[in-house]
T-cell receptor, first 114, second 116 residues
Framework: DGGITQSPKYLFRKEGQNVTLSCEQNLNHDAMYWYRQDPGQGLRLIYYSQIVNDFQKGDIAEGYSVSREKKESFPLTVTSAQKNPTAFYLCASSMVGLNTGELFFGEGSRLTVL | AQKITQTQPGMFVQEKEAVTLDCTYDTSDQSYGLFWYKQPSSGEMIFLIYQGSYDEQNATEGRYSLNFQKARKSANLVISASQLGDSAMYFC?????????????FGKGNQVVVIP
């Protein structure tokens, strides 16, 4: 089935460690996104990419890094510079150039910093 | 500045009744799109309905309809005949098309609990 796969689903990390969240899609979408969700809050955009080897910062990019070496993959690294990394992370993808094109989401990764 | 505002507290709805979820938005663009997503306790985001700023008719998708009032910058979601499976968080989102990309700005969500 076509869709977006995020892994791991749950992740624990010690303070000061970097961690990478995986996001893979087989929908042949050009655009991919990373959002962060905190309890009782909406989704905030971290990074997005509309084409391979290119990406842009979203609203809360500090302390995060991404790469887009393949169309199917858009991994997110949460670095030790991120002051409050405990959150629910959602990856999404969409077609580009289609105004009505909705975002398709993965099931999310829950990161807890101990 | 917040672009999407959802301010209703958590709502309890009787099964089979209709519920309206409020959403107001802020944009200076003439061309934009409005979306509603459902997030059950499992965490995934499920697309429900879309309304374009130039669409003359209110969007409908099965039991979901969008009450679009452009002058008031309002895009309320109406769920008819509520079911127990409708219990979830509901998020309103907007895409400003002048950006030339598909990024969405989300509101903080409305919690809905359907009771039998």
């Amino acid at each position: 089935d076509g869709g977006i796969t995020q892994s791991p689903k749950y992740l624990f990390r010690k303070e000061g460690q970097n961690v990478t969240l995986s996001c893979e899609q087989n929908l042949n979408h050009d655009a991919m996104y990373w959002y962060r969700q905190d309890p009782g809050q909406g989704l905030r955009l971290i990074y997005y990419s509309q084409i391979v080897n290119d990406f842009q910062k979203g609203d809360i990019a500090e302390g995060y890094s991404v790469s887009r070496e393949k169309k199917e993959s858009f991994p997110l690294t949460v670095t030790s510079a991120q002051k409050n990394p405990t959150a629910f992370y959602l990856c999404a993808s969409s077609m580009v150039g289609l105004n009505t094109g909705e975002l398709f989401f993965g099931e999310g990764s829950r990161l807890t910093v101990l | 500045a917040q672009k999407i505002t959802q301010t209703q507290p958590g709502m309890f709805v009787q099964e089979k009744e209709a519920v309206t979820l409020d959403c107001t938005y802020d944009t200076s663009d003439q061309s934009y799109g409005l979306f509603w997503y459902k997030q059950p306790s499992s965490g995934e985001m499920i697309f429900l309905i879309y309304q374009g700023s130039y669409d003359e008719q209110n969007a409908t998708e099965g039991r979901y309809s969008l009450n679009f009032q452009k002058a008031r910058k309002s895009a309320n979601l109406v769920i008819s005949a509520s079911q127990l499976g409708d219990s979830a968080m509901y998020f309103c989102a907007m895409r400003e098309l002048s950006y030339g990309n598909n990024r969405l700005a989300f509101g903080k969500g409305n919690q809905v609990v359907v009771i039998p």
